[in-house]
């Protein structure tokens, strides 16, 4: 099956510092990517979409000058979070698309847990 | 607007079975997700469905009515490590997908 892996798993920083997050598709070209945070016991929300060697779609609301996203190859986006801040911390999860849009499924990463100090 | 409901929380006695019921209004359909969470992983794929019927596969199936807008999983032969969330997702006319909230789902001995 489609494996995408995500890097790295958990990291802890201080408030005002950048953290950048790599998520690669292992095994097939993906697409198009997706960035999805989750804070506990809520479900998965839409950061943003983007296509390779294109910029991001980001959903309403979230600063796309705080989380830039860089899907510079068909195996790796890039999700950098900006002088971060205590409430950016969250479980932020990445999703990979083979195809085109009739195709449907995502394949997801395995997270990365954010925790801002 | 765009809404999918699920249960927030059920519970269940190992080795019974259990149904997760969903039910959807968006703008369009284009098929229908069910994945798995369990705490602090990310979700896996479990089921699609685009037509109506049952979809089966192993101890899980999936069923999908259009005309009423919803969806079930039924889980059989409940084991422990079935506890996690479960997410209903569809694909609306623009292939977005509209995610659920979830159900939690406690497997008891």
């Known amino acids: 099956g489609a494996v995408v892996s995500q890097h790295p798993s958990r990291v802890i920083c201080k408030s005002g510092t950048s953290v950048k997050i790599e998520c690669r598709s292992l095994d097939f070209q993906a697409t198009t990517m997706f960035w999805y945070r989750q804070f506990p016991k809520k479900s998965l929300m839409l950061m943003a979409t983007s296509n390779e060697g294109s910029k991001a779609t980001y959903e309403q609301g979230v600063e796309k000058d705080k989380f830039l996203i860089n899907h510079a190859s068909l195996t790796l986006s890039t999700l950098t979070v900006t002088s971060a801040h205590p409430e950016d911390s969250s479980f932020y999860i990445c999703s990979a698309r083979a195809g085109g849009p009739e195709v449907g499924e995502q394949f997801f990463g395995p997270g990365t847990r954010l925790t801002v100090l | 607007g765009q809404n999918i409901d699920q249960p927030t929380e059920m519970t269940a006695t190992e080795g019974a079975i259990v149904q997760i019921n969903c039910t959807y209004q968006?703008?369009?359909?284009?098929?229908l997700f069910w994945y798995q969470q369990h705490a602090g992983e990310a979700p896996t794929f479990l089921s699609y469905n685009v037509l109506d019927g049952l979809e089966e596969k192993g101890r899980f199936s999936s069923f999908l009515s259009r005309s009423k807008g919803y969806s079930y999983l039924l889980l059989k032969e409940l084991q422990m490590k079935d506890s996690a969330s479960y997410l209903c997702a569809v694909t609306d006319s623009n292939y977005q997908l509209i995610w659920g909230a979830g159900t939690k789902l406690i497997i008891k001995p």
């Open positions: 968006t703008s369009g359909f284009n098929g």
